[in-house]
């Protein structure tokens, strides 16, 4: 991101030196011009932000070079479109006599000419991380699995090492080797084990393992590289020693105390920022439903306490009022027209800026759930109640990498991301969640 800042900067002078090519004293006043710096940081702001909402930084979504260049092309596009409007209502921010046109291509140009050669400089120079799983059973499978999935990554798995010495000789579509892990770490020139071992007791080769991690080889346990993987705790295969003995799950003073003033910063901006489109969904829930248009439903929070929860109504005033509590589901009929507008693009959420102003809830955290299902889902979730070790929050990692809970096991995945944020919960992890929450927001991905 850095490297295309300078980039698009380089650019902008760029277009304004080839405008002006014949006549260099206009050039020297266009660039000392006092506002050309307001300018310049205007463009970039509305590029960067265009390629980050267009999935350019996301290694996951860019590996194919076409489309890359389609993502490029849309990105630009939007920030045109953006910067067009922008001038509209500021002209005075306008780059102006083409300057902005011969940009846009030296930026198309230079961004795409420079990731292409870097991808190809980093496919020649970076060396491959050779990969061996400890184990041949359904963890090791499920290893394999993501570490395939995660191909924008540089590892390979050259294969697993089974206990047993008269077992199938291939896995995944990998060979399973059957003898003394450091002989097969040096043969396979491995660089990472992976210790998946459903039970450990008498099988791990600790010795080899001690050894090859003094030469330099990383050694990692399956619950740990699937966290990393995957951005969640597996809870199907975790063990209670995991929690206990895994880095992370710190929480300084300063954290929390950095949290809770970015909490206040978002929730007073948030409040001030979107007061007219509060008003005017108000006044559309009163109008397509009768009823309130805001609603406090109880919920548990930080320490099991309960509060209430302040939403928009998105459902009429009568919809648990046979059935008692129950999940949303997708095509829920009890949703109302603008409810279901507001729940796809999170706009329901918008009043919980107060219960963050009041202390409730965090603006990143787990989402709090209603009292009935939480003793419910206590009873059938390990490590359910970890959850409450925090404020709740209006978006957090799980909201943002998962749909709306609607089942059982639907909260079994959205505690395994809960899991994952509280053991890596920092101020800069909330400011990407944020960043996540606002495409979500703009673009109404991942909701029900």
Known sequence: MMLESFLIVASLIGGAKLRFWSDPDSFEFYLNSPSFLLQVLTVLLVFETCCYYNELYDLNVVRVRGQHLVRLAQALGAGCILLGVLYYFLPWLLLGRGVLIIAVGLVAGSTFGVRAGLDRIWASTVRENNVLILGNGELALSVAREFERRADLSFRVVGFLARESTVSTELFGRPVFAGELSTVARDQRVSRIVV??????????????VRLRVQGVEIEDAHSALAGLTGRVWLRAVRPSWFVFSGGFRRSGTTLLLKRAL??????????????????????????????????QPRVGLGGRVFNVVKFRSMRIDAEAKSGAQWALKDDLRITRVGRFLRKYRLD?????????????????????????????????????????????????????????????????????????LKNMSILFDIAIVFRTARIVLFGVGSR
């Open 196 to 209: 998946a071992l459903a039970d450990q007791r008498g099988a791990l080769p600790t010795r080899d393992l």
């Open 349 to 421: 959420e918008l009043p919980q800026f107060f219960n963050v102003i009041r202390g409730e809830m965090s603006f990143v955290g787990p989402r709090p759930e209603r009292p009935c299902f939480v003793e419910q889902l206590r009873e059938q979730i390990p490590f359910y109640d970890e959850r409450h070790s925090v404020r709740p929050g209006i978006t957090g990692w799980a909201q943002v990498e998962f749909t709306y809970g609607a089942s059982v096991e639907d909260a079994l995945r959205k505690l395994e991301y809960d899991l994952f944020y």
């Open 263 to 296: 909490d206040l910063a978002l929730s007073l901006v948030g409040v001030i920022l979107f007061s007219p489109v509060i008003a005017l969904i108000a006044v559309a829930v009163w109008f397509d439903s009768r009823g309130p248009a805001l609603y406090r």
